[in-house]
């Protein structure tokens, strides 16, 4: 039983000497042929040399390059503010109740237009009050302003006014007497609407055509006292007739020259008095002197103003 036990054990001692014999040939073989190929230095590492002394890496950067794309655009335009210079005003058509005329801003930048109703007076109330239904324009923006008289365009029927008015009938049945013979220097020009007051001065006498009538201009002062020639009291003003008859207009515009004193304040007592003592000689002085005057050197120019009384027409 021994000897094949013992047997055994040998050939297992051997068979485990071939076996480590044949692995150290294989590893043999491996490392002196197989690792040292080409091709599996290639794949399992890559030698790093070394670095010369004194060198140092350079490199040349890129930069990444482009052609830059302008933005463009429509410039939008501001709206144009409107001009601050002055321009040449136009001129307006003014149009109420059948009256109309040529509103120029240079004498006017507006107007108020109302009918005024009738008022048939009293017997104890002031004479110059009764007055039929007419028209009744005031004109805005107009210069000179704040003087003693506004500036108004009234319209108002004959036959009525005749009829409610004896004074103002008077002053009718004279004024048609006076446009029928137009004298060159008529010694007083009636005058509506009536006043409590009289004619103590006229200049400047003009007989001119409108639309659909006629009648006459003339520079004027009404006081109840001898006064003095003066830019406050001073005004144009224009007394007509349609053609028909039917209507009779009164135009009551003040008016100033730089010649003149700005009211009756201005003037001193003594020279108060000396015009009083010379009364007739003093207006006949100053008439000549304001006629001698260009139209354009008033305020506002005669011209304008008698452009405007011949815009007038009236359809009623």
Same mark, same amino acid.
């Given at each position: 039983?021994?000897?094949?036990?013992?047997?055994?054990?040998?050939?297992?001692?051997?068979?485990?000497?071939?076996?480590?014999?044949?692995l150290g040939v294989g590893l043999w073989i491996y490392q002196?042929?197989?690792?040292?190929?080409?091709?599996?230095?290639?794949?399992?590492?890559?030698?790093?040399?070394?670095a010369p002394t004194g060198w140092q890496p350079t490199f040349?950067?890129?930069?990444?390059?482009?052609?830059?794309v302008q933005p463009t655009f429509t410039p939008v335009q501001?709206?144009?503010?409107?001009?601050?210079?002055?321009?040449?005003?136009?001129?307006?058509?003014?149009?109420?109740?059948?009256?109309?005329?040529?509103?120029?801003?240079?004498?006017?930048?507006?107007?108020?237009?109302?009918?005024?109703?009738?008022?048939?007076?009293?017997?104890?109330?002031?004479?110059?009050?009764?007055?039929?239904?007419?028209?009744?324009?005031?004109?805005?923006?107009?210069?000179?302003?704040?003087?003693?008289?506004?500036?108004?365009?009234?319209?108002?029927?004959?036959?009525?006014?005749?009829?409610?008015?004896?004074?103002? +009938? $008077?002053?009718?049945?004279?004024?048609? &007497?006076?446009?029928? %013979?137009?004298?060159?220097?008529? *010694?007083?020009? #009636?005058? !509506?609407?009536?006043?409590?007051?009289?004619?103590?001065?006229?200049?400047?006498?003009?007989?001119?055509?409108?639309?659909?009538?006629?009648?006459?201009?003339?520079?004027?002062?009404?006081?109840?006292?001898?006064?003095?020639?003066?830019?406050?009291?001073?005004?144009?003003?224009?007394?007509?007739?349609?053609?028909?008859?039917?209507?009779?207009?009164?135009?009551?515009?003040?008016?100033?020259?730089?010649?003149?004193?700005?009211?009756?304040?201005?003037?001193?007592?003594?020279?108060?008095?000396?015009?009083?003592?010379? +009364? $007739?000689?003093?207006?006949?002085?100053? &008439?000549?002197?304001? %006629?001698?005057?260009?139209?354009? *050197?008033?305020? #506002?120019? !005669?011209?304008?103003?008698?452009?405007?009384?011949?815009?007038?027409?009236?359809?009623?």
């Open positions: 039983m021994k000897k094949p036990v013992i047997i055994i054990v040998i050939l297992v001692v051997v068979a485990c000497i071939l076996v480590a014999a044949a002196n042929y197989v690792s040292n190929s080409p091709s599996q230095q290639a794949v399992t590492s890559t030698p790093v040399l070394p040349t950067p890129i930069l990444p390059t482009f052609t830059p501001p709206t144009p503010k409107l001009t601050q210079t002055p321009l040449q005003p136009a001129q307006r058509i003014f149009s109420f109740e059948g009256l109309s005329f040529v509103l120029d801003p240079i004498n006017a930048t507006g107007a108020n237009a109302q009918v005024i109703p009738e008022n048939p007076g009293t017997a104890e109330g002031p004479y110059w009050e009764a007055a039929p239904e007419y028209l009744s324009v005031e004109l805005t923006g107009y210069q000179p302003a704040d003087m003693f008289h506004k500036p108004v365009i009234t319209v108002y029927p004959v036959d009525d006014f005749s009829r409610l008015n004896p004074t103002a +009938a $008077e002053t009718i049945t004279n004024l048609k &007497a006076l446009l029928a %013979e137009k004298p060159a220097a008529p *010694s007083r020009i #009636p005058t !509506l609407p009536v006043w409590n007051a009289g004619q103590v001065f006229r200049s400047n006498v003009r007989y001119l055509d409108f639309q659909n009538g006629s009648g006459v201009r003339f520079l004027a002062i009404y006081a109840q006292y001898v006064a003095p020639v003066n830019n406050y009291d001073l005004f144009y003003t224009f007394q007509g007739f349609t053609a028909d008859g039917r209507y009779v207009i009164s135009v009551i515009l003040p008016v100033n020259h730089p010649s003149l004193r700005g009211s009756p304040n201005d003037f001193s007592q003594a020279e108060m008095e000396q015009m009083i003592n010379d +009364a $007739e000689n003093y207006y006949s002085v100053m &008439a000549a002197d304001l %006629e001698s005057r260009p139209d354009n *050197s008033f305020l #506002p120019s !005669l011209a304008a103003l008698d452009t405007l009384v011949q815009s007038i027409q009236i359809n009623r």
